[in-house]
């Protein structure tokens, strides 16, 4: 790299410095009038109480479910888009992100009105007598993967659609004249190839759903707390500053933790393709 562009990267790397790894260092380790001995001893803590176990366990379950969905319903997706040579390939991607560009608050909320004991689900059910009364959709955890599932789901097609767009078309050519099928071509060929998209997917849809606050907030309440909705209670209503701490770094280890093993498992099927 010449010495110009490095310079160029300057600004941006002290802003990334003062802006966000300072400061979340801070608020991981050194909160206002606590120490990092007391963050340390309260993750010990939580780390051993039922409690914060059952919560911990809540949002890795969630996160993990809400993530495998949304890559087996956003990779083929992703990929009937970026093989697609119809003039309207670029609309159907448009339309498929077109979530992003809603509040998280908009979205969770029509899940509140379809999923209510009143709502159109609910409804449904009774109507076709499949039930007596409608049964209690809301406030629990397929509620909660429903609402994160819409939420993460355009992250994880236009992350699969940029990997699997940048994989030679030919390729698939050439496999299914050698006599490949379309899934074992898609199977052995694209995916191994799109193992950095799934990567970066995994990444962002499991960070996502592992601190998503509102959307768990919503759809579960009280009796489907996530660590999230707990770091808000610690930081907001009891102003206990180590269990915050104790709770942000646990949700932190666990994105990593999520991405190291999807980076190793994907390296590991390139290998073995």
Known sequence: MSRKPAWLLLPGLVFILLGFAIPSVAMLLAPPGVSTGDVFVRFGEMLTDPYSLAIIGRTLGLGLITTVTCL???????????RSTSRFAGMWLALAIFPLLLSNVVRTFGWIVLLGSQGAIGQLITGLGLAPEAPQLLYTELAVVLGMTQLFLPLAIISCYSAVAQVDPGL?????GLGASRTRTLW???LPLSAPGLVVATTLVFAGAATAYTTPY???GSSQRMLATELYNYSNVTVDWASASATALIMTLLVFLVSGLSSLLSRGKSVQS
């Not at 087996?72 to 970026?82: D, K, R, S, T, W």
């Not at 698939?172 to 299914?176: F, V």
Request: glycine content about 10%.
């Open 218 to 220: 919503l759809l579960g």
């Open 188 to 190: 052995t060929i694209v």
């Open 72 to 82: 087996v319903l956003g990779f083929p997706i992703a990929y009937l888009l970026a």
């Open 172 to 176: 698939d050519d050439a496999a299914r």
